[in-house]
Structures are given as C-alpha cells and as structure tokens.
C-alpha cells in the first residue's frame, strides 16, 4: 500500500491567516490526489481533485497544489468555517489510501 | 444532485457478518465506481472497497478476505457484506461516488454501526 504522510496533524491559526498542510506520497502518485474537509457528525467533503483543481462551487481560498509525492493544501486567508479537519487521500494505486488527517482550530 | 444513504443495522454481534445497504437518487448507479469507506470513532479513514456499475470489484486486501460488495441496478442500490465481525469494526460506514475507482466526489451522510454483544 502506498503512505500517505500527512502534517501536521493539527494546527490553530487566526482568522484571516494563511494555512499550509502537506502530503506526502511513499512513492510517485504522478496528481491522482484528492483534499477532502470534514467537520465534526458530517461526511468528508471533496475540495480539490487531481491535485489542483477545486471541485465546482468550493471557494476559491483553497487551494492544492504539487505532483509526484509532494503535495501541499493551502487556505488563503481562514475563515471560522474552516474548522475542520483535513484529509489527503491517494487514488493512483489501490487500495487507496488516506492521510492521518489535519485538525484545524482557530486560535 | 445525486444523493446517497445508507441504510442496515446499528447493532450487530462479534463473529457475526455486517450488512449495509446505498441507495442512489438523483442519478444512475450505471456508470461511476461506487465505494465504502469507514471511520472507527475518532478516528481516520479507511478505504474498504468499489464495485464499478458493471460489477467488477476491488477490495482493499487488509480487509479482502471478508468483504463482499455487490449491485443492484434495478434498484439504484449497492450493498456491502463484511463477515466474522469484531469490536474493530465499530465505525461509521459511508458509502460514496467516483469517477475514478477508489476517489470519492460524493459521500452519503455515514451510518454508525457498533460491534458488540
């Protein structure tokens, strides 16, 4: 199975700061990577796909960004619904596998 | 919008198999790779495994050996069967949607199920 290391795995920040959480792949998963949000009692929601590209009706403050195994998510400026927790997740090899996830809180 | 909910047991017993259903609305079940993916309580996730419309499937190994997934077209649904359950299997059970097998675009609500005597 292909890892997926994920940091880090929690992090509190200001509103209106920028957020950074990376992904890192055991090995080459050229862009098959997805970012979902999940907040607490809900499903995981899809925000980016392959890699870079923000799923229909996301807002443009998110962001992904990388290829290979080096992958970054990024928040432009936090908003307080945002508070989520954050998962990575590889779809290049089966079975796919997810990041430990990120806990995002506001400082 | 497509929309998926599971449906079975809340409760079921160790050694015992777990048994859930999706059903899809809003949308065709042709097409599209359909998954279960869980989350033990407080915890990640954990990819299970896809049927595809057609009913090829693939299943992640750590758990090959007691999954079965399977179709119903006629009726937009798809159901998962996990055998010899144990008290590591208590978690929420979210079927979901994807173009790409093992990718999830869109995830049903999740259903809680508890292992226990």
């Known amino acids: 199975d292909i890892q997926m290391t994920q940091s880090p795995s929690s992090l509190s920040a200001s509103v209106g700061d920028r957020v950074t959480i990376t992904c890192q792949a055991s090995?080459?998963?050229?862009?098959?990577l997805n970012w979902y949000q999940q907040k607490p009692g809900k499903a995981p929601k899809l925000l980016i796909y392959?890699?870079?590209n923000l799923e229909t009706g996301v807002p443009s403050r998110f962001s992904g960004s990388g290829s290979g195994t080096d992958f970054t998510f990024t928040i432009s400026s936090l908003q307080p619904e945002d508070i989520a927790t954050y998962y990575c997740q590889q779809y290049d090899n089966l079975p796919g596998t997810f990041g430990q996830g990120t806990k995002l809180e506001i400082k | 919008q497509v929309q998926l909910q599971e449906s079975g047991p809340g409760l079921v017993k160790p050694s015992e198999t777990l048994s859930l259903t999706c059903t899809v609305s809003g949308g065709s079940i042709s097409s599209y790779y359909w998954s279960w993916i869980r989350q033990p309580p407080g915890k990640g996730l954990e990819w299970i495994g896809y049927i595809y419309y057609s009913g090829s499937t693939n299943y992640n190994p750590s758990l090959k050996s007691r999954v079965t997934i399977s179709v119903d077209t006629s009726k937009n649904q798809f159901s998962l069967k996990l055998s010899s359950v144990t008290a590591a299997d208590t978690a929420v059970y979210y079927c979901?949607?994807?173009?790409?097998?093992?990718?999830?675009?869109?995830w049903g609500q999740g259903t809680l199920v508890t292992v226990s005597s």
């Open positions: 090995q080459d998963i050229s862009n098959y």
């Open positions: 979901a949607r994807g173009l790409i097998a093992a990718a999830a675009e869109d």
């Open positions: 392959d890699a870079s």
